[in-house]
Nanobody
Framework: QVQLVESGGGLVQAGDSLRLSCAAS????????MGWYRQAPGKEREFVAGITRSGSSTWYIDSVKGRFTISRDNAKNTVSLQMNSLKPEDTAIYYCNAVVNGRRPGFGFWGQGTQVTVSS
């Protein structure tokens, strides 16, 4: 079974950048489209960005297009999210997971997530 460990979050000011990383254990990592999700206080968890198994295609929600970039390294079983021009509304706990049907989480479990807090 795959295990997910997210890292890289922190407290930053609006306009700053952060790079999140997700380390996945297990030999099936490269068999899955992967993605990043986030959950803001008082809100449901939402899909943010996805990347295909090979890394050849990526997709994003409108609010992060042009600011966030998802990437993966199948040799290292990692998926990353480069976040630039951060805004206070990006404040959330960020999680990685497999992606199915474009936006739905594919694994029936979550890692601990990593907190991103953006001050104005």
């Amino acid at each position: 079974q795959v295990q997910l460990v997210e890292s890289g979050g922190g407290l930053v000011q609006a306009g700053d950048s952060l790079r999140l990383s997700c380390a996945a254990s297990g030999r099936t990592f490269s068999a899955h489209d992967m993605g990043w999700y986030r959950q803001a206080p008082g809100k449901e968890r939402e899909f943010v960005a996805g990347i295909t198994r090979s890394g050849s295609s990526t997709w994003y929600i409108d609010s992060v297009k042009g600011r966030f970039t998802i990437s993966r390294d199948n040799a290292k079983n990692t998926v990353s999210l480069q976040m630039n021009s951060l805004k206070p509304e990006d404040t959330a706990i960020y999680y990685c997971n497999a992606v199915v049907n474009g936006r739905r989480p594919g694994f029936g479990f979550w890692g601990q997530g990593t907190q991103v807090t953006v001050s104005s």
